[in-house]
């Protein structure tokens, strides 16, 4: 096998493979959560505040539209984000290389394999969407299968605010990597 690929597909590519999840959806009346500019947020993990700059380019090239729509458990409507044709068409095209990709997969007992995105997507116990195998990638191409859960998936697909501080143990950012500080560690550990 090659490498592993280190640099993260960019945010562009992982709205258009989020959206592919959500093609049928293009002329409903009430739409799910996640084709909001929070749920897109949430699924591609940037802020709110950067989604309509990051779809912006898509949809002037006309891979993307935007309209009004009930989004389901909110009260008014909201802007709405679907692909187009041309859209579904460019994201089967993406998904087809990124599903390629060889990343570094840490699987339950500790080993660690070196998988191609599309392979962790089809053997996973638990159901994975590729968008969600880019979301907890770290900037190594690593992927940490043994701390992913659908209630860790669950809950950060679902959050509905920005949070700008902790407030519980459940809000903490994921930990990554930590490099050096071996006594710093050994206090907080014990």
């Known amino acids: 096998m090659s490498r592993p690929s280190t640099a993260r597909p960019g945010v562009q590519i992982r709205i258009l493979l ?3 999840d959500y093609a049928d959806y293009r002329d409903r009346v009430e739409v799910p959560f996640a084709l909001s500019q929070m749920g897109i947020a949430n699924a591609v993990s940037i802020a709110r505040s950067n989604v309509p700059r990051a779809i912006g380019s898509l949809k002037d090239s006309g891979y993307v ?17 679907f692909l ?7 994201s089967d095209e993406v998904w087809s290389t990124v599903s390629e990709r060889i990343v570094k997969a840490i699987r339950p007992g500790g080993k660690v394999e070196e998988m191609k995105i599309g392979d962790i997507v089809s053997q996973s ?3 994975l969407r590729h968008v969600d195998i880019l979301r907890y990638m770290d900037d190594d191409a ?3 299968l043994t701390s992913l859960t659908p209630g860790l ?4 697909l679902t959050k509905h605010i920005e949070r700008q501080f902790v407030s519980s143990l ?14 710093e560690l050994d206090r907080i550990a014990h």
Request: glycine share 6%; net charge neutral; aromatic share 6%.
């Open 18 to 20: 989020h959206l592919r």
């Open 65 to 81: 539209i935007e309209r009004q729509a009930h989004i389901t458990g909110v009260t008014r409507k909201r802007k709405a984000y």
């Open 84 to 90: 187009t044709d041309e859209g579904v068409s460019l």
């Open 125 to 127: 116990e638990m159901e």
């Open 142 to 144: 690593t992927i940490d």
């Open 153 to 156: 998936i669950e809950r950060d």
């Open 170 to 183: 459940a809000d903490m950012p994921r930990i990554r990597q930590f490099f050096g500080r071996d006594s």
